[in-house]
């Protein structure tokens, strides 16, 4: 607070501290304009606050470069597998108590669906070196109930299939 500045209004003045509008933290402000301790805290304050505004542009954005920006996240994705790890786990503890009630919700509405799971898990295993009973090309790594009434019988299917499969 001891410092003093000519600013461009011809007035000397003090440099303040100041609690920043994004974070919350106490921050040296040094231009008259600056509401922020940083470009990055302004920049997610505004994004925050003109929610639908930056929606609407992002969407229209995808879509017109689709192709690109889809590469784009495939190739982050493969060159930075760990930090997305990383990402995913600090997002799951942050909503630990959205996550589980989802989970909590499907298996209310699904318990026939969890007895099936259950009784497969418990009786059948995937042989070694089994392949994928769909493409026949990876290791089958997942049980696929057909009829969740027959917990039993199941397909030996690989990760991607049974996405395929159970999403389509």
């Known amino acids: 607070m001891s410092k003093t500045k000519f600013d461009h209004n011809w007035k000397w003045r003090k440099e303040e501290k100041l609690i920043c509008k994004g974070c919350e933290k106490e921050f040296i402000r ?10 990055n805290c302004g920049q997610n304050y ?3 606050n003109n929610h639908e505004r930056y929606i609407n542009y992002d969407k229209k954005r995808y879509l017109k470069d689709k192709d690109k920006i889809t590469k784009q996240h495939q190739k982050y994705r493969r060159e930075n597998p760990e930090k997305l790890r990383t990402k995913e786990r600090k997002s799951y503890w942050k909503n630990k108590k959205y996550y589980n009630g989802i ?9 026939e669906k969890i007895k ?12 070694q070196n089994q392949l ?19 917990p039993i019988e199941v397909k030996f299917v690989c990760a991607s299939c049974h996405r395929t499969i159970c999403h389509s």
């Open 116 to 127: 099936a799971t259950t009784i497969a898990n418990n009786k059948i295993t995937i042989p």
């Open 46 to 48: 505004r994004r925050k």
């Open 30 to 39: 040094k231009s008259q304009n600056n509401l922020f301790c940083s470009i």
């Open 132 to 150: 994928c009973e769909i493409c026949n090309e990876r290791e089958a790594t997942i049980k696929h109930h057909e009829d969740y009434t027959k």
């Open 103 to 111: 989970s909590k919700e499907w298996r209310e509405k699904n318990p």
